[in-house]
């Protein structure tokens, strides 16, 4: 298990090279000579070239790259062009929204998707299962901001019951941060809710026609024993898969989610940074994006073995 | 019973065991048993029939400004009112429809060519197989919404390079897919047979490979096609997709952004086209994949 879970993590050091080798290019090709801005309009050619020499930037694409990676071993993402701030510390101010953001749709998602996955299943083929599959091509189907706007004309201008838009940190008090997180948490949610439903449907579905449920039936089980017991346990390694794919998903939502509820997280940063092309934070914003994402595929998998003890490593 | 010779006994008349299913022929008959093919194939055909003719449907110059008759709600003169600039946004909404289609059209022919030749070439040649699936994992572990808003961040924005952006995003997806088809392909016996009977690689792979990953690649490509139509949307509406000039459902629901307390119709008219748009494609996408697969329609 131990050498599995090695193996595992070092799995993740290619992958993690590749997006960085992507992230870097990506500054490498940008327009605009960063030695020339520094310079400033009143420098000659040879100031400028001067500069580039301080700054290394004459040096070969692959002895950059590796400076680069070591600076980031150690924790510096470089400086904004814009703010002139470390990338790190504007990364840091906006983390708590967008984690917040996150963990609050992930758990809305999931408790709701894999109930009615489970409903779905069991009265496949009724107007029940019709209804919910419906549901989940509309929640496909309908772009994140739409629903955005939608939740917030009804539920805000509307009936106002909720906050339009903003965000109160957690240190403000438990329900002034919850009441600001549950419109962009259903809209952000609904797609991840429609694929986690469909699967879990699919998975439970294939279960379902297992002997063992059958064995257990006859065995006199109740329905609800082994819906939740009998197969659920058994489809939960596709159900989790999917859980950890679609953060994919939360992580491209949030960005337009906070947009439209201005929420100052990450995902708002980020369409900031893309609007200054502001290189050096893009490069930091996609890194830590995809490290997070990696890591979280990462746990799914390692948790397999905990939820389906025949699969050993 | 009639003269029937001693010892010899008449078969009783065997009893209807399989009743003939009657199966309608022809495309009438496809799409009354699918009707999700049907209704998702009828609503996209209107959205292109909509994109096509969209000079001849009573629109206006999409870019047209009047800056006399700004913001002004829906009415008999302008279907879905004006925006912020004196716009129509019906015909800006009408022309839209030919920008999410381009993109959504082309981003599922693009990657899908692409992504079929690095699929079959990652499942037929084994060093290029390690290098070309471990890029393609980097490329996966960021998410596309973010990949596509990255790239865009390079290029000034045009629709080409939206379509660029997307395409790059999604043949990941492809690759592997094709590639998974490749690799339980190889081991069917009858392409142990070709390779017996002396059949080249790129033979065996034009004739016997690429005809059997292509049912799976149509379905694919119109989740594709959805997911990119949706994408283009939300670059346009963070302002880094298709230039303002051109009017995009996304272009239209970010100009109304700013008022959409107020006039919350300039947001509304481009996101119902839009969802219906999506929710046509994704609807012919499911309705395709089970008429091809009959086993996943229990499924998925």
């Known amino acids: ?313 | 019973m009639t003269s029937v010779p001693p010892g010899i006994a008449v078969a009783p008349e065997l009893p209807e065991l399989l009743p003939a299913v009657n199966l309608g022929r022809g495309a009438v008959g496809f799409l009354r048993r699918h009707p999700a093919v049907a209704v998702g194939g009828t609503l996209l055909l209107f959205m292109l029939l909509i994109a096509v003719f969209a000079p001849y449907l009573g629109t206006v110059d999409p870019t047209a400004l009047a800056p006399a008759r700004r913001t002004r709600p829906p009415s008999a003169e302008h279907w879905f009112g004006t925006d912020m600039l004196g716009r129509d946004l019906y015909s800006r909404v009408i022309y839209g429809a030919r920008v999410s289609l381009l993109v959504g059209f082309s981003v599922a022919a693009f990657s899908s060519v692409i992504g079929l030749a690095i699929g079959l070439v990652a499942g037929f040649v084994r060093w290029a197989d390690a290098v070309l699936m471990r890029v393609m994992d980097g490329l996966m572990s960021i998410p596309p919404i973010l990949l596509a808003v990255a790239l865009m961040a390079l290029t000034r924005g045009s629709v080409g390079n939206v379509i660029l952006a997307i395409t790059i995003a999604e043949i990941p997806r492809v690759s592997r897919l094709v590639r998974s088809v490749v690799l339980s392909l190889r081991e069917q016996p009858y392409v142990d047979a070709a390779v017996a009977a002396g059949t080249r690689t790129p033979m065996i792979m034009l004739r016997h490979i690429l005809p059997n990953t292509l049912a799976p690649m149509t379905v694919q490509a119109t989740y594709i096609c959805a997911s990119a139509m949706i994408i283009e949307a939300i670059l346009s509406f963070i302002g880094a997709g298709t230039p303002p000039i051109t009017p995009s459902w996304g272009n239209i629901m970010a100009e109304g952004r700013a008022l959409w307390q107020v006039k919350p119709f300039i947001v509304f008219f481009p996101a119902v086209f839009l969802s219906i748009t999506v929710l046509s494609v994704n609807l012919l996408g499911d309705g395709w994949r089970d008429a091809l697969d009959p086993r996943m329609a229990k499924g998925l």
């Open chain 1, 1 to 313: 298990m131990l050498a599995y879970v090695v193996r595992r993590v070092i799995a993740t050091v290619p992958v993690m090279a590749v997006v960085a080798f992507f992230v870097f290019s990506l500054l490498y090709i940008a327009p605009g000579d960063p030695a020339a801005v520094i310079a400033g309009d009143q420098a000659t050619p040879a100031d400028v070239e001067r500069i580039r020499q301080s700054l290394g930037l004459d040096r070969p694409f692959l002895v950059r790259f590796g400076e680069w990676v070591w600076q980031i071993l150690h924790g510096d993402l470089g400086t904004s062009i814009f703010t002139n701030l470390p990338v790190t510390t504007m990364m840091a101010q906006r983390f708590e929204p967008t984690l917040s953001l996150m963990l609050v749709t992930l758990v809305f998602a999931v408790a709701v998707a894999v109930p009615i996955g489970v409903l779905a299943a069991w009265k496949a083929g009724t107007w029940i299962d019709r209804v919910i599959m419906a549901f989940a091509i509309f929640g496909f189907s309908v772009p994140v901001f739409v629903i955005a706007y939608l939740l917030a004309f009804v539920f805000a201008l509307e009936l106002e019951w909720l906050p339009v838009q903003g965000y109160t940190p957690l240190a403000g008090g438990i329900w002034p941060w919850f009441q600001n997180l549950i419109l962009p948490a259903v809209a952000l949610g609904c797609v991840y809710m429609a694929l986690t439903a469909r699967i879990t449907r699919a998975a439970m579905l294939e279960v379902l026609q297992q002997d063992y449920i059958r064995t257990a039936r006859a065995k006199g089980i109740g329905q609800r024993g082994i819906l939740f017991v009998h197969a659920l346990k058994n489809a939960s390694v596709p159900i989790v898969t999917v859980i950890g794919i679609g953060v994919a998903l939360l992580i491209g939502g949030a960005v337009v989610t906070e947009s439209v509820f201005a929420i100052p997280g990450l995902g708002r940063l980020t369409v900031d940074a893309i609007l200054r092309r502001d290189y050096p934070l893009i490069q930091g914003l996609v890194l830590l994006f995809s490290f997070v994402y990696v890591l979280v595929n990462l746990l799914v998998d390692l948790s397999y073995t905990l939820l389906d003890p025949r699969i050993r490593y």
